[in-house]
Nanobody, 122 residues
Framework: QVQLVESGGGLVQAGGSLRLSCAAS????????MGWFRQAPGKEREFVAA????????DYADAVKGRFTISRDNAKRTVWLQMNSLKPEDTAVYYC???????????????WGQGTQVTVSS
């Protein structure tokens, strides 16, 4: 198992930016794909972004493409989600995830972080 700890969430105005971090304190990190999912109140958890084990391939949900960027540093055991041009509809709890493969499907996730709240005011 791996322990994933997110940070960087908060309250921001529409059009602003936030950078989420996810640090793996234990377990294997560098050989797994990593991703971000989010869950808004009353909605199902949805895919946001994913990155391959070596950072060479990324994937994004259409809703965030062009605004969000996922990156990782295996030496630091950390994955980031840079979020720009934030919109009120981006408000959600954001979860870091370790996946067996690079995929938008939560069924491939084998470890979840505890989540960090992002609130975008209009």
């Amino acid at each position: 198992q791996v322990q994933l700890v997110e940070s960087g969430g908060g309250l921001v105005q529409a059009g602003g930016s936030l950078r989420l971090s996810c640090a793996a304190s234990t377990g294997t990190f560098s050989t797994y794909a990593m991703g971000w999912f989010r869950q808004a109140p009353g909605k199902e958890r949805e895919f946001v972004a994913a990155i391959s084990w070596n950072g060479g391939t990324t994937d994004y949900a259409d809703a965030v493409k062009g605004r969000f960027t996922i990156s990782r540093d295996n030496a630091k055991r950390t994955v980031w989600l840079q979020m720009n041009s934030l919109k009120p509809e981006d408000t959600a709890v954001y979860y870091c995830a370790r996946s067996r493969v690079l995929s938008a499907r939560a069924e491939y996730v084998n470890s979840w972080g505890q989540g960090t709240q992002v609130t975008v005011s209009s």
